[in-house]
């Protein structure tokens, strides 16, 4: 609830007021994902021990719950949604209460029968996905719209009744895509007549999700897809922009669209959002498309070095000194690079940076040791033994706590055997690490790019995880196994590694889910390849 009201608080209250805009790209992404893992759970789960709150209080419980709010308000209507909250907080004054005297109170304000509500979206889990079908004439009106909703998964099955929005976006004669038309109803059970459509002009773009009502993963169909491969900077608004973003991206992982034709998307539409968080998201996605999703081959010869020219360029192109400048050059220091973009990183370090193009970009001590961790992974400095002079330097220019865990995650980052070796003793070893560190070195050392470095320890992951978490703090043990699950390795030897593991009678409930978690990830990243390979 506190995340919903903060959102709707920042967009109706605020000079924010594309809060709604961010939450769907940041906040929900992080709900579709957790929802999609094997370990996903109803937003009222059930919490019988401290290891399961600990695990439970995810992307269900913040961001998932905070849009079935949002889903709950266009359901009732927010002027009805805030009556029935204060009859609410009046009747239940210094008392207790329970959820189903709010839906009592929402009832009353609204009329809507909410008897089944709480059921369809609290106590069931996974994503319904909705798929428009159509028929158009020779004049390209609609003469039948329907909406397709698929089972919730993973999950039981079940549809959901969705109060939501179809919007239709066309070409506004000025090189723009606005919406020409929006129609709001209820969806429920498989498929849903839309008749007022009858009669509209198709458009060029069609979102069955229009303005982010409801929770679900939407689709798009191949004209509406076309469309936002190759416009989407022209749509004009930034909460349907971002709605295209996630659906593309929900089919990139579900192996629905080439992760090669998501990274274009991004490198061709990114410059377009003026929220530099939503920036940042893209950014973060294109680089798990090329890392995990799609065909090696490709992402090394062609995808990282076209993704890291687009990002020097649109970092040469932003307001100098601008937060997106910054989020450009944040992201070429955490991909995977050749010599001419490890040349102007190096040059960054002592130069004027608008001597190569970046006029206003500060360099300061985090923007630096981003730098000094990208040329130690792409093997720049201190690249000869187990000595880092290179890296010794920056430590001493910035003697801080920070600066040693910088120090930590550069020296991991080399791309020596040896050094591997030796930060993986350190962190599945030295129970005495402090966690922070531990973090930093696991982020040094799982870097894009390395993967035959690292294939050894794919099955030592699986032989070392039970002790360390019987060793640790929760806390502590999350860190090594999720930081070190072995993600490098797409394939089905995995696959068949951690199921030896999972196997094993003597598996604590909390690190099981971890492990399934990490398993699933490889499962969709191996789909997510072949499918980018065709």
């Not at 209507?77 to 009747?91: N, T």
């Not at 369809?120 to 009106?141: I, M, S, Y």
Request: glycine share 8%; aromatic share 8%.
């Amino acid at each position: 609830f506190a995340t919903f009201a903060s959102v709707l608080c920042q967009a109706d209250a605020t000079e924010y007021d594309q809060a709604w805009t961010t939450f769907a790209n940041v906040e929900k992404s992080w709900a579709y994902r957790q929802d999609q893992l094997p370990s996903t759970h109803p937003v009222a789960a059930d919490i019988p021990d401290l290891h399961a709150v600990e695990v439970n209080f995810d992307g269900i419980t913040y961001a998932k719950g905070a849009s079935v709010l949002k889903q709950l308000v266009a359901y009732v209507g927010l002027e009805h949604f805030l009556a029935g909250l204060r009859a609410y907080f009046a009747a239940h004054a210094f008392g207790n209460a329970t959820f189903d005297d709010l839906l009592g109170a929402l009832e009353q304000a609204s009329g809507r029968d909410l008897s089944d509500w709480g059921r369809q979206w609290l106590k069931t889990t996974g994503l319904n996905t909705l798929r428009p079908e159509f028929d158009v004439d020779a004049e390209g009106r609609l003469t039948r719209f329907a909406i397709r909703q698929g089972g919730a998964t993973p999950g039981a099955g079940e549809t959901r009744v969705h109060r939501l929005a179809v919007g239709i976006y066309t070409d506004n004669g000025a090189g723009k895509l606005v919406r020409a038309h929006r129609e709001e109803l209820d969806v429920e059970g498989d498929i849903t007549e839309v008749p007022a459509l009858q009669g509209v002009p198709r458009g060029d773009l069609i979102l069955v999700n229009d303005d982010d009502l409801t929770y679900c993963s939407m689709r798009l169909d191949d004209e509406s897809l076309r469309t936002a491969l190759t416009r989407i900077a022209d749509i004009a608004d930034p909460l349907p922009r971002t709605l295209v973003w996630s659906a593309a991206w929900e089919m990139t992982r579900d192996a629905e669209l080439r992760a090669r034709d998501f990274v274009t998307l991004v490198m061709r539409g990114v410059h377009a959002e003026t929220e530099v968080g939503v920036a940042q998201r893209l950014l973060l996605q294109a680089q798990a498309a090329l890392s995990s999703y799609a065909e090696p081959g490709w992402a090394t010869e062609h995808g990282w070095p076209a993704f890291a020219d687009r990002l020097v360029e649109l970092a040469r192109h932003a307001e100098p000194g601008s937060d997106h400048q910054l989020a450009y050059v944040n992201s070429v220091c955490t991909s995977v690079l050749s010599g001419p973009h490890l040349e102007l990183l190096g040059d960054l370090l002592d130069a004027d940076p608008a001597d190569h193009g970046l006029p206003g970009l500060q360099v300061d001590t985090d923007l630096r040791w981003r730098i000094v961790t990208a040329l130690a992974a792409g093997g720049r400095i201190d690249a000869d033994g187990a000595a880092t002079p290179f890296i010794d330097a920056e430590a001493e220019r910035d003697p801080t706590a920070a600066g040693r865990r910088h120090a930590a995650a550069a020296t991991a980052a080399r791309p020596q055997a040896e050094v591997k070796a030796r930060a993986w003793r350190e962190v599945i070893e030295d129970d005495t690490l402090p966690n922070i560190t531990a973090r930093a070195i696991i982020g040094g050392w799982t870097q894009p790019g390395q993967r035959d470095l690292l294939m050894p320890y794919t099955q030592r992951y699986f032989d070392a995880v039970s002790a360390v978490w019987d060793r640790r703090s929760s806390e502590v043990a999350q860190t090594v196994v999720v930081g070190l699950y072995p993600a490098w390795d797409v394939s089905a030897a995995a696959l068949k590694a951690a199921d030896w593991f999972l196997g094993g009678l003597h598996v604590p409930p909390a690190l099981r889910r971890l492990v399934l978690e990490g398993r699933a990830g490889v499962e969709r990243a191996l789909r997510a390849r072949e499918f980018d390979a065709r």
